[in-house]
Nanobody, 115 residues
Framework: QVQLVESGGGLVQAGGSLRLSCAAS????????MGWYRQVPGKRREVVAV???????IYADSSKGRFTISRDGAKKTVHLQMNSLSPEDTGVYYC?????????WGQGTQVTVSS
């Protein structure tokens, strides 16, 4: 079992930055992959960035060049540095963990970018 707690969401003006963090509580020694997803009302949850265990991040096209995902040495915390934010980045950001064929989700943190 993996429990995820997100932090760092909030309100920011367009062009600004935010840093999201997610800490995992688990008895697993490590977690295969962790990442961030975004959901806006009426739309499906979509990937923002994922960091697999090999350390090679995967970014959505809309995230490339603006967002940076990182994991700590023990690989149980994942961060998302978001720069040059635009109103289109607004949504609820969910932390996700993938391990042994199971997926786990945090409760989400709201990110609102004002124009």
């Amino acid at each position: 079992q993996v429990q995820l707690v997100e932090s760092g969401g909030g309100l920011v003006q367009a062009g600004g930055s935010l840093r999201l963090s997610c800490a995992a509580s688990t008895s697993f020694v490590s977690i295969d992959a962790m990442g961030w997803y975004r959901q806006v009302p009426g739309k499906r949850r979509e990937v923002v960035a994922v960091m697999p265990g090999d350390g090679r991040p995967i970014y959505a096209d809309s995230s490339k060049g603006r967002f940076t995902i990182s994991r700590d040495g023990a690989k149980k915390t994942v961060h998302l540095q978001m720069n040059s934010l635009s109103p289109e980045d607004t949504g609820v950001y969910y932390c996700a963990a993938f391990h042994l064929g199971e997926d786990y989700w945090g409760q989400g943190t709201q990110v609102t970018v004002s124009s």
